[in-house]
């Protein structure tokens, strides 16, 4: 609690109105990578509170479209459409792909498995989203896409990236400085799709 309080992210998503500091994440990666342009259609995999979706409505506005899904319920955000589900699921998948309502240009994941406190199972935990947010970015990503991915890092990453590198012309990994210095997570930037 401590560290929360005096985490100067978390202040300034307070300060800025930012539902998490996690906002802040995705601000860091998108002023690097410039992956959210204006007019473009994004998905947010993972989005609540919908910290990620803030910072995405802001980038494409006025012509862009913002979708988002989580297991929880996300409070509105103008601007934004979002879908309460398990993207796991098929239905989740066919209602966020009926809420796109076509190609995205950009897929956003910070999905994170619910916290077990065994590293190995956490982090298959987490591979496990990881190939099911890259099977929904495969589906609806426009040739030339991008997509950003939350991983724990650990022993099965290395197989997933070649998965990854096998549908993008170029990936990289990218640790956030808003990332908690403790925290294993690093995120995968994929860009330049390549439709098969």
């Known amino acids: 609690m401590t560290e929360r309080r005096n985490d100067p992210y978390s202040k300034a998503a ?48 006025p012509k862009g479209k913002v979708v988002g899904v989580d297991l929880q319920p996300i409070e509105p955000i103008e601007g934004v459409e979002t879908v309460q589900g398990d993207m796991r699921k098929e239905e989740t998948v066919l209602d966020m792909l009926e809420a796109l309502g076509g190609k995205a240009d950009v897929v956003l994941s910070d999905m994170s498995p619910n916290i077990s406190g065994s590293y190995s199972m956490d982090h298959a935990r987490s591979v496990d989203l990881c190939e099911h947010a890259l ?27 070649k998965r990854v590198k096998s549908s993008f012309k170029e990936v990289k990994l990218y640790g956030p400085d808003a990332s908690r210095a403790s925290s294993s997570e690093i995120y995968i930037i994929a860009r330049d799709f390549i439709r098969k």
């Not at 994440?25 to 989005?47: E, N, S």
């Open 135 to 161: 099977e929904f970015a495969e589906k609806v990503l426009r040739p030339g896409g991008a997509m950003v991915l939350k991983i724990f890092e650990g022993d099965m990453m290395q197989e997933f990236l």
């Open 14 to 61: 307070k300060r800025m109105d930012y539902r998490s500091r996690a906002s802040f994440k995705l601000i860091q990666i998108d002023d690097k990578f410039k992956l959210l342009k204006r007019g473009a259609v994004v998905a947010d995999l993972g989005a609540a509170p919908g910290g990620w979706l803030q910072v995405a409505a802001e980038r494409v506005e």
